[in-house]
């Protein structure tokens, strides 16, 4: 039927059944984790950006199966790749709907001996459209064991990726007027630290959770005194500017 060997229509049809019938996940410790990497953490609007999702199993897995939930009015997916994916046969090949804000699938590994490690499964092309904070998250995740029985492997709750879309609109005190008319190149002079992290026109706790948030991470959208490093002194900057 379309090509598609009798044998292999036969596990995608095993998977489907693993996945409506299988074990109820256990309390033990998480052995298998769906997660989400964004590979800038502060993404220019209408700049398409890419984010990996992983599969990890600390034991023999072979099939996994989630949802990818997205803000709708900042995002959109552009396109995604999966022909690289440590998956060999997807029972429901990943498929993405920007109305709703998702992309779902469900993939098996038939290799002798099951999946463990960590491997890219997805990777996802978003474009994103409206300027502040956004987040990405992971949900129904489940992931099955390689032992014949179709027993859930336990997973941990999953996180919130959270990010901040941004201009790359430089500011007027970024350019050089000194600078031939013609020439390619723009001299960045200092300008004032700006603060309003979500870029919504106003200083709130909301940007005070962006900067603890990008503090922690060292993401320099933080650094305000442009010293390499987001530290004390940033947050002291931070706070003045809040006075």
């Not at 987040?135 to 995740?141: A, C, H, Q």
Request: proline share 6%.
């Amino acid at each position: 039927m379309f090509g598609v060997p009798l044998g292999k229509m036969l596990m995608a049809g095993a998977l489907i059944s693993l996945l409506s019938f299988g074990l109820v996940p256990t309390l033990s410790k998480s052995t298998a984790n769906i997660s989400i990497e964004i590979t800038n953490e502060t993404p220019v609007i209408n700049e398409p950006f890419s984010v990996n999702l992983h599969l990890t199993a600390s034991e023999a897995v072979n099939v996994f199966t989630g949802i990818l939930l997205f803000d709708t009015a900042q995002l959109e997916i552009a396109a995604i790749d999966y022909n690289t994916s440590v998956a060999d046969l997807w029972a429901e090949e990943p498929w993405y709907n920007n109305g709703e804000g998702t992309l779902t699938f469900t993939g098996g590994i038939t290799r002798p001996g099951g999946f463990t490690g960590t491997e890219d499964i997805i990777r996802v092309t978003f474009k994103p459209k409206a300027l502040g904070e956004s987040i990405i998250t992971m949900n129904n995740i489940r992931i099955l064991k390689h032992d014949g029985l179709g027993t859930d492997a336990p997973v941990p709750s999953p996180l919130e990726t959270i990010f901040t879309i941004t201009s790359n609109t430089l500011p007027p005190e970024a350019l050089n007027e000194n600078l031939a008319v013609d020439s390619p190149r723009l001299l960045i002079l200092p300008a004032k630290a700006n603060i309003d992290l979500n870029q919504d026109g106003k200083q709130t706790i909301a940007d005070t959770s962006i900067f603890m948030t990008q503090f922690a991470t060292q993401n320099l959208r933080s650094d305000f005194n442009q010293d390499g490093v987001v530290n004390l002194k940033d947050l002291s900057i931070f706070n003045q500017a809040d006075n």
